[in-house]
C-alpha cells in the first residue's frame, strides 16, 4: 500500500507559492486571510442553497505516494447553471493596490477546492472566485475564473509535483528514521537505578496519549530517560515528532548532547535547535525588513531549496549549523530555524514555541500534533514562564504621543479614545478589577485595524510597537477568566494597565491539548499536588516520583539556625560567614553559596574576605555575559591547586540547570528560604489563591522560594562514591511547613554549628 502524506491545501499552497520578504511580521498574505468576522459577514449574504464552510478531500498520486489533501472552501454559490467556488480574504491594503494576479496563492487555494468538489460531483466545469474585502471601509472586489475539471487537474498536479522534492527527501528520511529508531539501544551499557522506571513511564505516557508529572532527582540523567522512550517510540509508529522545551540555554546544550549520543549509536534522526531571534539575529540592529535587512530581503523566493540542502545533509541542526546554512542561502536564521522546525523530527527550543499563543508554532496541523510530544524540561520554571505569557500591558503614553504624531486622522481619534479611557481609569481609582472591559477591547480592535491601515504605507516604530502592544492585549483579552485580574499603576501621567495571568493552569492545559502526549519533568515538582495543580494537571494524569539513585548518607546535610530575615541580617552576619568557613572547612574541594539578593551577597562576601583573605572566592555579577558566565563556571574545575568558593544568588543563572559533575563541585551552602521579595503582583497571586481555598502565603511565598533551595542544593552533583556537604542557613528549615518540603535525600541533617 502506498504511503499516505497529508497536508492541507492551505500549507500546501503557500509553500509552493511563497515568494518575497520578511516585511515586520504583519504584512504576510497570511494576515490577510485571518478575519473571521469578515468570512462570517459575506456568508451572510449568501442564498438559501449555498453552502459554506465545505469540507473537501482528495488523494493525488506522486510517485510511490499519496499526497492527501484537504481544506474548507469558504463558500459554495450554486447557480443554476454552474457552481462557483468563493474563496474570501479581507485585506488591510486598499483594493485599487489587489489585482487579479496580484495573490497568485490565493488563486492557487480556491482551484485546489474547484477541482476537489468538481471531481467528487462529476462536473466538467466550475467558476473559481475570490471576494477581497477590505477591513476598514469593508468595499468589496471579486474576480472570477471560470475552469474546466482537466485544467484544474493539471494546475494541481503542477503544484504537487513542485512540492515533490520536499515530500521526496522527508519520506525518505522518514524510512531511515524509523528504521533505526527500531534497532536502537540505550546508549549506556546499563541502567542507572530509576532510570529505567522514568523511560518507562514516559514510554507508557506516549503509548496511552497521557500527561506525565515526573519528580526525578539530579543525577539520574532524565534528559537521555525521557529522550530515548520518545525516539524509541517514533520506531515504533506512535509518535512523529517531539518538542524538547526548555527554560534555559544551558538546559538545551544538554538535550543536544542526549541526542547526539544516540546518533553516535546509529540513530538517523534530524534534530533543531531553534535559537531566540535576538541572539541569533545576524544584524546590529533587528529591523526585520528587505529594506534593513539583507537576510530578510527576498527571503522566501530561496527558503524552499534551503530547508530542502540542510535536511538532506545534516541531522544535529544546532545554532553553528543554522548560521552556515542561513549565511549559505542568505536568510534570516531565525525564520529558517522556525520553517525548518515544521520539518524536522525533534525541536529543542523554549517553552513559547508551544505555550505561548503569541509565538507559538502555528503551522502544526491538528493531525501533527495529535502524533507530536512534548517533553517539558525543569517544569516548575513553567509557572512563573506562563504567567508572563499569559500577561499583557498598554501604556496610556503611547497613545497620546500618536495622537499627536498621526493628528486629524483616524487613527489619531481611535488613540485618543484610548487614551481618554485610561485617564478615566485613573480618575476612578479603580486600580484592580476583576472583570474585563469589553468596551476597551473593542476600542483596540479598531485601534488594530487603523494602525495595520497606516502601517502598509508609513514606518513608524512607536506605531509598530503600539500596534504589537495592543494586539497581544486583545489576544490575551480573549483567554481572559477568573484566573486573571486586571491592575493599573499610574506614576504621574502615565497609566499602565496589565492583563495578569494570576493562574496559568487553565492556559497551560488548553495549549498542551491538542499534543499526542505530555512529560512534565523536573528534579524539583515539590511539593507535586502545587505543581501539577498550577500546570494544568487533571485527576487521570500519570505522577511519579523517582529518588535519587545515590546513597544519601554520602551528603552530609547541616541545618545552622540562623535568621536570615531583613531586620536580623545585620546581627547573624558575623556568625553566619564563621560558620560558612567552617562547612568549606569539611572539604578541599569547591564551594558555591547562595544567597537571596545581591546586595546580601555582597555584604556577606566582604565580610568573608575580610576574615578569610586567603581563601580564593568569585563573585556572581549582574548581567553577565554569556562568555562571562562560561568563565566562572570553568573556574570550578577538579585540577585547582586551591578550592575556590563562588557567591552567587539563588534563582540566578547558576542556581539551575548548570551540572558541574564529580569533583567540580564538593559543598552548596544556601542561605535562606529563598522567598520571593514581598510585592505587588505577589500579593495578588496569594489573595487569589487564598479565595480559591489554597493557603495563598505558601502558593506565592513558600512553594516558590523553597523549590530555589531545592535546586540549588541540587548542583551538587554526586555519583556512588563521592561525598559531599550541603548546609542550609536560616531557622526557618526546621519550621513544620518547610520541614514538609525538605526532599528524603536530605531529611537525615544534623542541626547546629559543624
Ligand atoms: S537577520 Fe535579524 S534583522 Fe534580519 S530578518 Fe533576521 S532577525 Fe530580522
Not at 38 to 58: M, N, R, S, T
Not at 101 to 109: G, I, K, L, M, R
Not at 133 to 141: C, D, G, R
Not at 667 to 681: A, L, S, T, Y
Request: with cysteine; net charge negative.
Amino acid at each position: 500500500m502506498a504511503i499516505i502524506v497529508k497536508i492541507s491545501v492551505r500549507n500546501l499552497v503557500e509553500y509552493v507559492y511563497r515568494s518575497g520578504s520578511i516585511e515586520s511580521g504583519f504584512r504576510t498574505s497570511r494576515a490577510m486571510t485571518e478575519g473571521t468576522r469578515i468570512h462570517q459577514l459575506i456568508q451572510k449574504g449568501y442564498q438559501e442553497h449555498d453552502e459554506k464552510e465545505v469540507f473537501v478531500e482528495a488523494d493525488i498520486p506522486y510517485q510511490d505516494f499519496v499526497v492527501r489533501v484537504d481544506g474548507r472552501c469558504d463558500g459554495l454559490l450554486k447557480g443554476e447553471e454552474s457552481v462557483t467556488i468563493d474563496e474570501i480574504k479581507s485585506t488591510v491594503h486598499a483594493l485599487d493596490d489587489v489585482q487579479e494576479d496580484t495573490y497568485p496563492v490565493h488563486w492557487a487555494q480556491a482551484i485546489f477546492y474547484g477541482y476537489i468538489y468538481a471531481g467528487d460531483h462529476d462536473l466538467s466545469e466550475v467558476t473559481i472566485q475570490l471576494t477581497y474585502v477590505q477591513v476598514k471601509t469593508m468595499e468589496q472586489k471579486k474576480f472570477r475564473r471560470v475552469m474546466t475539471y482537466e485544467e484544474m487537474k493539471s494546475f494541481v498536479y503542477d503544484v504537487i509535483e513542485q512540492y515533490g522534492p520536499f515530500l521526496s527527501v522527508k519520506l525518505e528520511h522518514k524510512e531511515k528514521r524509523n528504521k533505526t529508531s527500531k534497532t536502537l539501544q540505550f546508549p549506556f551499557e546499563s541502567y542507572r537505578e530509576g532510570q529505567r522506571k522514568l523511560a518507562g513511564a514516559v514510554y507508557k505516557t506516549i503509548d496511552d496519549k497521557k500527561t506525565l508529572f515526573a519528580s526525578a532527582s539530579t543525577g539520574i540523567g532524565k534528559t537521555i530517560s525521557t529522550i530515548f522512550p520518545a525516539v524509541k517510540a517514533i520506531g515504533e509508529g506512535k509518535l512523529e515528532k517531539l518538542f524538547y522545551l526548555t527554560a534555559k540555554t544551558i538546559t538545551r546544550t544538554t538535550a543536544e548532547e542526549a541526542f547526539q549520543q544516540l546518533i553516535d549509536h546509529g540513530l538517523d534522526i534530524k534534530v533543531l535547535t531553534i535559537t531566540a531571534k535576538d541572539k541569533i539575529c545576524f544584524q546590529e540592529e533587528t529591523i526585520c525588513t528587505s529594506k534593513d535587512c539583507p537576510f530578510a530581503d527576498g527571503f522566501y523566493d530561496r527558503i524552499n531549496g534551503a530547508v530542502i540542502d540542510i535536511l538532506e545533509q545534516e541531522k544535529m541542526i544546532d545554532r553553528t549549523v543554522i548560521e552556515r546554512y542561513a549565511r549559505k542561502h542568505r536568510l534570516c536564521p531565525f525564520e529558517y530555524s522556525i520553517e525548518l522546525a515544521y520539518a524536522v523530527d525533534a525541536v529543542i527550543c523554549d517553552y513559547n514555541y508551544i505555550f505561548d499563543p503569541r509565538v507559538s508554532l502555528k503551522r502544526l496541523l491538528e493531525d501533527q500534533k495529535k502524533k507530536t510530544t512534548i517533553l517539558v524540561d525543569e517544569a516548575h520554571n513553567l509557572v512563573d514562564r506562563a504567567r508572563e505569557m499569559y500577561s499583557a500591558v498598554i501604556h496610556k503614553s503611547n497613545f497620546l504621543q500618536l495622537k499627536r504624531e498621526f493628528n486629524n486622522s483616524r487613527l489619531a481619534t481611535q488613540a485618543k479614545a484610548i487614551n481618554d479611557y485610561l485617564l478615566q481609569v485613573k480618575k476612578s481609582e479603580e486600580y484592580l478589577r476583576k472583570d474585563l472591559d469589553e468596551d476597551l477591547v473593542e476600542l483596540l480592535e479598531t485601534f488594530i485595524i487603523e494602525a495595520e491601515g497606516e502601517l502598509v504605507r508609513t514606518e513608524h516604530a512607536l506605531l509598530l510597537d503600539t500596534y504589537f502592544a495592543a494586539q497581544t492585549f486583545v489576544k490575551i483579552a480573549k483567554l481572559y477568566n477568573e484566573q486573571f485580574i486586571t491592575y493599573v499603576e499610574v506614576h504621574k501621567s502615565e497609566v499602565m494597565m496589565k492583563l495578569f495571568c494570576l493562574d496559568p493552569s487553565e492556559q497551560i492545559l488548553k495549549m498542551g491539548k491538542g499534543f499526542g502526549a505530555r512529560v512534565f519533568f523536573s528534579a524539583t515538582l515539590i511539593p507535586g499536588d502545587y505543581y501539577k495543580d498550577l500546570l494544568g494537571g487533571q485527576s487521570d494524569d500519570y505522577v511519579i516520583s523517582i529518588p535519587s539513585p545515590f546513597a544519601r548518607e554520602n551528603t552530609e546535610v547541616m541545618i545552622q539556625p540562623l535568621s536570615t530575615r531583613y531586620r536580623d541580617r545585620e546581627k547573624t552576619i558575623e556568625p553566619m560567614v564563621h560558620f560558612m568557613k567552617d562547612v568549606i572547612d569539611k572539604k578541599n574541594g569547591n564551594f558555591l553559596i547562595f544567597f537571596p539578593s545581591y546586595q546580601y551577597m555582597r555584604t556577606a562576601y566582604e565580610q568573608f574576605t575580610d576574615y578569610y583573605p586567603s581563601v580564593s572566592t568569585i563573585m556572581q555579577d549582574v548581567g553577565m555575559t554569556e562568555a562571562e558566565r562560561e568563565d566562572f563556571l570553568a573556574q570550578f574545575n577538579s585540577e585547582r591547586a586551591e578550592r575556590l568558593v563562588g557567591f552567587a544568588v539563588l534563582g540566578g543563572i547558576f542556581s539551575e540547570g548548570v551540572d558541574l559533575k564529580g569533583d567540580r563541585l564538593q559543598g552548596v551552602i544556601v542561605v535562606g528560604v529563598g522567598m520571593p521579595q514581598i510585592g505587588f503582583e505577589r500579593d495578588i497571586i496569594k489573595d487569589y489563591f487564598q479565595s480559591v481555598g489554597k493557603n495563598g502565603f505558601d502558593y506565592a511565598y513558600v512553594y516558590p522560594g523553597m523549590n530555589k533551595v531545592l535546586q540549588a542544593g541540587g548542583r551538587l552533583i554526586r555519583s556512588d562514591s563521592d561525598t559531599g556537604v550541603i548546609a542550609l542557613i536560616d531557622d526557618r528549615f526546621l519550621q513544620k511547613k518547610y520541614q514538609a518540603l525538605i526532599p528524603y535525600e536530605w531529611q537525615h541533617y544534623r542541626v547546629g554549628g559543624v
